[in-house]
């Protein structure tokens, strides 16, 4: 097999997608060369600037302009900053010839095939035979691209179809062109799992492929089903939001951010494109898209859709809803349904989504005819956009940051049950589904020996899903591996002599159960042989923080022994965690807050998915970390000061980071931030984290992991470095950057990260400093404002600022 390596890619297109799409290869580290067309022509202002048209940056304004306009963008497209010095941008007239140093040219340019063809004919002048050569068409068919080219680039050509945002949309469809070499094939879906972290997906060279084929479906269908159940935009978007494992912005303000205008225009196509589909007609679009379609209110980029931002009498931004039967704007709607609060308690989507769809009210009756118009229509799909059922489930939830695919949500229904129930709603699905129960076989998926099974389709048999061989996946794993459990923590054998702590609590936040499966965890691992724990779920996020009610009783109560306990035992078992007798690895993703990061930190290393979102939030709530969080970072200040690093003078940027309670934005950030050590990795494919947390804990092992002491050598600088920090604190309190609370929490935390009332920069021990911390922390729980500010995040999930 011919090995590759990219070390270059070429970006032909710098628009929304281009530029996006050359920010996450360097991400990755990748060089990118980014490229567009030259400017037309020169407008007035351009000349008073002393341009001319032959000048360099007239040529290149357009790639400039629009790689400028991605780093300013919201959520950012990069780690961290910096990363964008990877990238070099030109115009296709000057610098199509530096192609020729590419590993891979990726097209991204405007949907029109003679373009694209026009494109590719200068690709081949300069491109270096055997090099990759990809398209990113959201639809077009390969085999139209290929007519014409030549026999090298054929064989090495595929489509690529990122989804945008492309460092946040975990798809990455591959599409084989009809003479693509199995080994371009082979390669792209390894490198985009392995290196850019996408679930890559390959798929079938029909319309719209996969993810866009089913999710503009059940987009247009659903509007179909609003429309004809009279359904307000609210209630809709309270629906078909995260209650059911879908994206927060659900499904109309979805269509606001993505643009009307590009949903009507992958249906008007699906329509068009599909003269076989049963279901074509459901692409039509209904009075409640294509008015505003007519309208042109396509949503944020014409600032109104389904929804519309303003301003009342005072002045306050307020966000309007439309009236999707007179097409006026009023205010927002609320879902008021039995079957959403039959749910309210119900943390994980698996739970819900079976009574959501066996509930007998609108919201009953509205998920049981998208749900089952969604079955069936996939169900018919099979073979003509993909053989393999998993493929549609993977595209789908990836694609549209669904939780659970269609085949995976109506296993949790009963597959037979829901046939039936199915069928008698007009709904019938394939018969190979009716095939594969009559068969005995009751399920779409099953877990068996470590490992997930699809049902196969032609051989009507179980096959393990490919790729996830070298993963572990702890829904797998649940049963006869399971060593220890209670009601906010499981405990898991993964193998290999390692094992593996989950949390399940709310948002994971780290209560009395949590702390103590930590505790066990090492306690079992130390006295039963494992090399060594992770620390690691498949949730949405590592752990939110602390679990504050327990916290917030105890002081309204005034409770102060009891907290002090508490705080004390949160310290201990995150010491337990540093100095235990066998590595303990953090496997994190999403939010890794307060408490979270805590324990991250206290860990021999994280392997951090790399979106994961952690940072020391305490402030937030009136307190400071106590958990060894500002212990923590100012021991690693005082490590890097003494190695003598000159770039890691830290100290006010630690203090800074908790006093605002900044949150790193990637795990980039959170090397800069302080919060991972050297032993730490990043991992890009989320389904990845806890098979190289493994990974990582084997490697310490076997490195003769051995246990250590506590730490006495911490150099803090007392009354000199608090001098320091309380200017600034003083002066951003008198400039009403900080309030008066704020001010007070800043000056415990200055005087705990600094060591206290000492004379001198003086050695400390990591108890000293927890000491400390726990005094600080004590104080501020009996504030009246800290109260109000941790009554606030319990009762109205809200953080107050007073």
Same mark, same amino acid.
């Given at each position: 097999?011919?090995?590759?390596?990219?070390?270059?890619?070429?970006?032909?297109?710098?628009?929304?997608?281009?530029?996006?799409?050359?920010?996450?290869?360097?991400?990755?580290?990748?060089?990118?060369?980014?490229?567009?067309?030259?400017?037309?022509?020169?407008?007035?202002?351009?000349? %008073?600037?002393?341009?001319?048209?032959? &000048?360099? #940056?007239?040529?290149?304004?357009?790639?400039?302009?629009?790689?400028?306009?991605?780093?300013?963008?919201?959520?950012?497209?990069?780690?961290?900053?910096?990363?964008?010095?990877?990238?070099?941008?030109?115009?296709?007239?000057?610098?199509?010839?530096?192609?020729?140093?590419?590993?891979?040219?990726?097209?991204?340019?405007?949907?029109?095939?003679?373009?694209?063809?026009?494109?590719?004919?200068?690709?081949?002048?300069?491109?270096?035979?055997?090099?990759?050569?990809?398209?990113?068409?959201?639809?077009?068919?390969?085999?139209?691209?290929?007519?014409?080219?030549?026999?090298?680039?054929?064989?090495?050509?595929?489509?690529?179809?990122?989804?945008?945002?492309?460092?946040?949309?975990?798809?990455?469809?591959?599409?084989?062109?009809?003479?693509?070499?199995?080994?371009?094939?082979?390669?792209?879906?390894?490198?985009?799992?392995?290196?850019?972290?996408?679930?890559?997906?390959?798929?079938?060279?029909?319309?719209?492929?996969?993810?866009?084929?089913?999710?503009?479906?059940?987009?247009?269908?659903?509007?179909?089903?609003?429309?004809?159940?009279?359904?307000?935009?609210?209630?809709?978007?309270?629906?078909?939001?995260?209650?059911?494992?879908?994206?927060?912005?659900?499904?109309?303000?979805?269509?606001?951010?993505?643009?009307?205008?590009?949903?009507?225009?992958?249906?008007?196509?699906?329509?068009?494109?599909?003269?076989?589909?049963?279901?074509?007609?459901?692409?039509?679009?209904?009075?409640?898209?294509?008015?505003?379609?007519?309208?042109?209110?396509?949503?944020?980029?014409?600032?109104?859709?389904?929804?519309?931002?303003?301003?009342?009498? @005072?002045?306050?931004?307020?966000?309007?809803?439309? @009236?999707?039967?007179?097409?006026?704007?009023?205010?927002?709607?609320?879902?008021?349904?039995?079957?959403?609060?039959?749910?309210?308690?119900?943390?994980?989507?698996?739970?819900?989504?079976?009574?959501?769809?066996?509930?007998?009210?609108?919201?009953?009756?509205?998920?049981?005819?998208?749900?089952?118009?969604?079955?069936?229509?996939?169900?018919?799909?099979?073979?003509?956009?993909?053989?393999?059922?998993?493929?549609?489930?993977?595209?789908?939830?990836?694609?549209?940051?669904?939780?659970?695919?269609?085949?995976?949500?109506?296993?949790?229904?009963?597959?037979?049950?829901?046939?039936?129930?199915?069928?008698?709603?007009?709904?019938?699905?394939?018969?190979?589904?009716?095939?594969?129960?009559?068969?005995?076989?009751?399920?779409?998926?099953? @877990?068996?020996?470590?490992?997930?099974?699809?049902?196969?389709?032609?051989?009507?048999?179980?096959?393990?899903?490919?790729?996830?061989?070298?993963?572990?996946?702890?829904?797998?794993?649940?049963?006869?591996?399971?060593?220890?459990?209670?009601?906010?923590?499981?405990?898991?054998?993964?193998?290999?002599?390692?094992?593996?702590?989950?949390?399940?609590?709310?948002?994971?936040?780290?209560?009395?159960?949590?702390?103590?499966?930590?505790?066990?965890?090492?306690?079992?691992?130390?006295?039963?042989?494992?090399?060594?724990?992770?620390?690691?779920?498949?949730?949405?996020?590592?752990? #939110?923080?602390?679990?504050?009610?327990?916290?917030?009783?105890?002081?309204?109560?005034?409770?102060?022994?009891?907290?002090?306990?508490?705080? %004390?035992?949160?310290?201990?078992?995150?010491?337990?965690?540093?100095? &235990?007798?066998?590595?303990?690895?953090?496997?994190?993703?999403?939010?890794?807050?307060?408490?979270?990061?805590?324990?991250?930190?206290?860990?021999?290393?994280?392997?951090?998915?790399?979106?994961?979102?952690?940072?020391?939030?305490?402030?937030?709530?009136?307190?400071?970390?106590?958990?060894?969080?500002?212990?923590?970072?100012?021991?690693?200040?005082?490590?890097?000061?003494?190695?003598?690093?000159?770039?890691?003078?830290?100290?006010?940027?630690?203090?800074?980071?908790?006093?605002?309670?900044?949150?790193?934005?990637?795990?980039?950030?959170?090397?800069?931030?302080?919060?991972?050590?050297?032993?730490?990795?990043?991992?890009?494919?989320?389904?990845?984290?806890?098979?190289?947390?493994?990974?990582?804990?084997?490697?310490?092992?076997?490195?003769?992991?051995?246990?250590? @002491?506590?730490?006495?050598?911490?150099?803090?600088?007392?009354?000199?470095?608090?001098?320091?920090?309380?200017?600034?604190?003083?002066?951003?309190?008198?400039?009403?950057?900080?309030?008066?609370?704020?001010?007070?929490?800043?000056?415990?935390?200055?005087?705990?990260?600094?060591?206290?009332?000492?004379?001198?920069?003086?050695?400390?021990?990591?108890?000293?400093?927890?000491?400390?911390?726990?005094?600080?922390?004590?104080?501020?729980?009996?504030?009246?404002?800290?109260?109000?500010?941790?009554? &606030?995040?319990?009762?109205?999930?809200?953080?107050?600022?007073?």
């Amino acid at each position: 097999m011919k090995k590759r390596t990219i070390r270059k890619v070429a970006v032909l297109g710098s628009g929304v997608m281009g530029s996006r799409i050359a920010c996450h290869f360097a991400n990755v580290g990748v060089e990118v060369l980014l490229l567009d067309i030259v400017p037309r022509e020169l407008s007035e202002a351009e000349a %008073a600037k002393g341009l001319t048209m032959e &000048s360099k #940056a007239f040529r290149n304004k357009i790639v400039n302009d629009a790689l400028k306009t991605a780093l300013k963008s919201k959520p950012a497209p990069v780690y961290k900053k910096g990363v964008e010095k990877l990238i070099s941008t030109g115009n296709f007239t000057d610098d199509m010839s530096k192609i020729a140093s590419c590993d891979w040219t990726i097209e991204v340019v405007v949907e029109n095939l003679d373009i694209k063809k026009k494109v590719f004919e200068e690709v081949e002048k300069y491109r270096k035979p055997g090099t990759l050569i990809t398209s990113n068409t959201s639809g077009i068919p390969m085999k139209f691209m290929c007519e014409g080219r030549s026999e090298d680039f054929v064989k090495n050509f595929c489509g690529t179809h990122f989804f945008n945002p492309p460092r946040y949309l975990r798809l990455l469809e591959v599409i084989p062109g009809p003479s693509t070499d199995q080994e371009v094939v082979d390669f792209l879906m390894n490198y985009g799992d392995v290196h850019l972290g996408k679930e890559t997906v390959l798929c079938k060279d029909t319309a719209a492929f996969i993810a866009n084929r089913i999710g503009v479906y059940a987009i247009m269908s659903g509007m179909h089903t609003i429309q004809d159940m009279g359904l307000k935009v609210g209630e809709v978007d309270k629906l078909t939001g995260p209650i059911i494992g879908r994206a927060k912005s659900a499904t109309f303000r979805t269509m606001d951010v993505v643009g009307l205008d590009t949903t009507v225009k992958v249906s008007n196509n699906l329509f068009a494109g599909l003269p076989n589909d049963e279901s074509k007609d459901r692409f039509v679009l209904p009075k409640i898209v294509s008015e505003l379609n007519d309208r042109q209110w396509f949503g944020d980029k014409t600032k109104q859709g389904y929804y519309k931002k303003t301003k009342d009498d @005072n002045g306050k931004k307020v966000i309007l809803e439309l @009236n999707l039967e007179t097409f006026e704007y009023g205010p927002k709607s609320k879902a008021k349904f039995k079957a959403l609060e039959a749910v309210k308690d119900l943390e994980n989507v698996r739970e819900r989504i079976p009574v959501l769809l066996n509930f007998e009210d609108k919201a009953g009756d509205f998920y049981r005819k998208t749900f089952y118009d969604i079955f069936r229509y996939c169900t018919n799909r099979i073979p003509e956009i993909a053989d393999e059922l998993f493929r549609i489930d993977e595209a789908v939830a990836a694609g549209f940051a669904w939780e659970l695919g269609p085949f995976e949500t109506w296993d949790l229904l009963g597959v037979k049950e829901t046939a039936e129930k199915m069928e008698a709603a007009g709904e019938k699905p394939a018969d190979w589904v009716y095939e594969m129960l009559e068969a005995g076989h009751t399920s779409f998926y099953k @877990n068996e020996g470590r490992q997930s099974w699809y049902y196969d389709i032609p051989s009507k048999s179980y096959k393990v899903v490919p790729g996830t061989e070298s993963l572990v996946m702890l829904e797998t794993l649940r049963g006869e591996n399971v060593v220890w459990s209670n009601a906010g923590a499981t405990l898991f054998d993964i193998g290999d002599g390692v094992l593996n702590l989950e949390f399940h609590t709310k948002m994971n936040a780290l209560g009395q159960e949590n702390l103590e499966g930590v505790n066990t965890a090492i306690s079992i691992a130390e006295e039963k042989g494992y090399k060594g724990v992770v620390i690691g779920n498949e949730s949405a996020n590592f752990s #939110a923080g602390a679990n504050l009610a327990m916290l917030f009783m105890f002081a309204c109560d005034q409770e102060y022994d009891e907290i002090n306990l508490m705080i %004390a035992q949160f310290q201990k078992t995150m010491m337990r965690a540093r100095y &235990s007798s066998v590595p303990v690895v953090a496997a994190t993703s999403g939010l890794a807050l307060g408490g979270g990061c805590e324990l991250s930190m206290h860990c021999d290393a994280v392997q951090a998915h790399a979106e994961t979102y952690m940072g020391l939030v305490e402030v937030g709530v009136g307190l400071i970390p106590a958990g060894g969080g500002t212990k923590e970072l100012a021991l690693r200040v005082s490590d890097q000061l003494k190695s003598g690093d000159p770039e890691y003078n830290r100290l006010q940027d630690a203090f800074m980071n908790i006093a605002t309670a900044k949150v790193a934005t990637s795990a980039e950030e959170m090397r800069n931030m302080g919060f991972m050590n050297e032993a730490s990795r990043i991992t890009l494919n989320r389904k990845r984290v806890i098979a190289d947390a493994k990974t990582r804990v084997l490697e310490l092992s076997a490195l003769g992991y051995a246990e250590k @002491n506590q730490r006495r050598d911490i150099k803090v600088q007392g009354r000199g470095g608090m001098a320091l920090f309380e200017a600034g604190i003083a002066g951003m309190e008198y400039a009403n950057w900080a309030s008066e609370h704020d001010a007070k929490i800043a000056r415990k935390l200055n005087y705990v990260i600094n060591g206290g009332d000492l004379s001198s920069p003086t050695y400390v021990s990591e108890q000293y400093l927890l000491d400390l911390e726990r005094e600080a922390f004590l104080s501020l729980s009996g504030e009246k404002k800290t109260l109000e500010r941790i009554q &606030s995040i319990i009762f109205k999930g809200k953080p107050l600022r007073n």
